[in-house]
């Protein structure tokens, strides 16, 4: 039984970013910073490569725990 009361709050609390998720977002920070770093030539290039490689690793299945 949870307690409810003034100092209490009812929302849920936030959901957890998946693996997924978090990938994206870092992968996110280090285009932005490397686009300072990089020639646009040389930017565009590794971006076509990051973006493949994030593309085939969130094509793979996802792998689920079994159960006992």
């Known amino acids: ?3 409810k009361g003034p100092g ?3 929302r849920n609390p936030a959901r957890a970013k998946s693996a997924e998720e978090k990938l994206l977002e870092s992968v996110g920070e280090l285009i932005d910073s490397a686009a300072e770093t990089m ?3 040389e930017f565009r290039l590794a971006a076509k ?3 493949e490689i994030l593309d ?3 094509a793979r299945p996802k792998q689920r725990r ?3």
């Open 1 to 3: 039984m949870t307690k």
């Open 8 to 10: 209490m709050s009812t």
């Open 39 to 41: 020639t646009a030539k």
């Open 49 to 51: 490569r990051s973006n």
């Open 56 to 58: 085939g690793a969130l």
């Open 66 to 68: 079994e159960t006992a």
